[in-house]
């Protein structure tokens, strides 16, 4: 069983940078395919961005390309988004999420694991 738990998040104005942190328990996470997912008020929860086991492929969605970086330390068993150019539409509740197998998916059923999320808010 893995556990995840999500900080960083806050309140910023448009244009700000935030970095987000994923901390997981247990001895596995350098094994795991991991993403950040966001859910908006009255909306569906999105993918955002994911990143392979190793850490050498990563993907995005194309609203946050050029300006969201993802990134992970196996060592200390945490994953990062580093959110820069924030912009209003960015604001969300944003969670990490893991897989224990295969690449990375936009499909939220095909993860086993989730954070309880860290709200980000972005004023214009």
């Known amino acids: 069983q893995v556990q995840l738990v999500e900080s960083g998040g806050g309140l910023v104005q448009a244009g700000a940078s935030l970095r987000l942190s994923c901390a997981a328990s247990g001895r596995s996470f350098s094994t795991y395919t991991m993403s950040w997912f966001r859910q908006a008020p009255g909306k569906e929860r999105e993918f955002v961005a994911g990143?392979?086991?190793?850490?050498?492929?990563?993907g995005y969605s194309d609203s946050v390309k050029g300006r969201f970086t993802i990134s992970r330390d196996n060592a200390k068993n945490t994953l990062y988004l580093q959110m820069n150019s924030l912009k209003p539409d960015d604001t969300a509740v944003y969670y990490c999420?893991?897989?224990?197998?295969?690449?990375?998916?936009?499909?939220?059923?095909?993860?086993?694991?989730w954070g309880q999320g860290t709200q980000v808010t972005v004023s214009s």
């Open positions: 999420a893991g897989r224990n197998r295969g690449w990375v998916t936009s499909t939220r059923s095909q993860y086993d694991y």
């Open positions: 990143i392979s086991w190793s850490g050498g492929s990563t």
